[in-house]
């Protein structure tokens, strides 16, 4: 399997562009996270989806983030405008319900985002 | 709630050392308990899991017991290799949501 696949891979962008990150979860998972990365607040989840559905959206900071999942192999997270301060790694990350035998996260490399 | 507190780093060791991150856990029924390794620029890597109370998870010479009774996995790694350096991250999954702790740094010296 390819894991999860991310990209871009690494952006620079300047303050007040739109930002978008894409993932393809790993084929059959039905359950995509997005995750962000920052070394002052460790890792957090910002959004996940249960078959291309938004379940739990309460750790998207502000309205400026928004995240789609329009079919089971693709997600988006759009940041408009994007800010300084959203400078961080995002992770996008995928699992299979297993029931009471436990679930295994798949993470992708991470979107490594630089806003000037 | 649920939630993961695991020991701050940076953790300093020479080559062949024994290794102990601590984890603890807050959780309501019965998560499965996770160990997961992230080398510098990757993502996070699954390094072993237990899924019930007394399971014992092991991989690569890592190992972690489920321990119900003081809600703890911590980490263990009889002797530390300078390929080990990394940030490890406690976790748990319980009601479809997987909980991270904040990681704790490794650095392993030759």
């Known amino acids: 399997d390819a894991g999860v696949i991310q990209s871009p891979r690494h952006e620079v962008t300047e303050m007040g562009q739109e930002v978008t990150l894409r993932c393809k979860p790993i084929?059959?998972?039905?359950?995509l996270f997005w995750y962000r990365q920052t070394m002052m607040r460790g890792l957090e989840l910002l959004i996940y989806?249960?078959?291309?559905?938004?379940?739990?959206d309460s750790g998207m900071p502000e309205d400026r983030f928004s995240a789609k999942m329009p079919n089971a192999s693709f997600s988006t997270l759009k940041i408009q405008p994007s800010e300084p301060r959203d400078s961080a790694v995002y992770f996008c990350a995928s699992t299979r319900d297993r029931g009471p035998s436990g679930n295994t996260i798949y993470f992708g490399e991470g979107s490594w985002l630089t806003v000037v | 709630g649920n939630s993961v507190t695991q020991m701050e780093g940076p953790v300093t060791l020479s080559e062949e050392a024994f290794l102990t991150i601590n984890c603890t856990y807050t959780a309501t029924g019965y998560p499965s308990l996770f160990w997961y390794v992230q080398y510098p620029g990757e993502g996070l890597q699954l390094l072993l899991k237990a899924t019930k109370a007394d399971d014992k998870g092991s991989n690569k010479g890592f190992e972690a017991t489920y321990r119900k009774e003081t809600t703890s996995f911590h980490l263990e790694k009889g002797s530390v290799q300078v390929s080990d350096s990394a940030v490890y991250f406690c976790?748990?999954?319980?009601?479809?949501?997987?909980?991270f702790g904040s990681g704790t740094k490794l650095n392993v010296k030759p």
């Open positions: 976790a748990l999954y319980n009601f479809n949501k997987f909980y």
């Open positions: 084929s059959g998972h039905d359950y």
């Open positions: 989806f249960n078959n291309n559905v938004p379940i739990d």
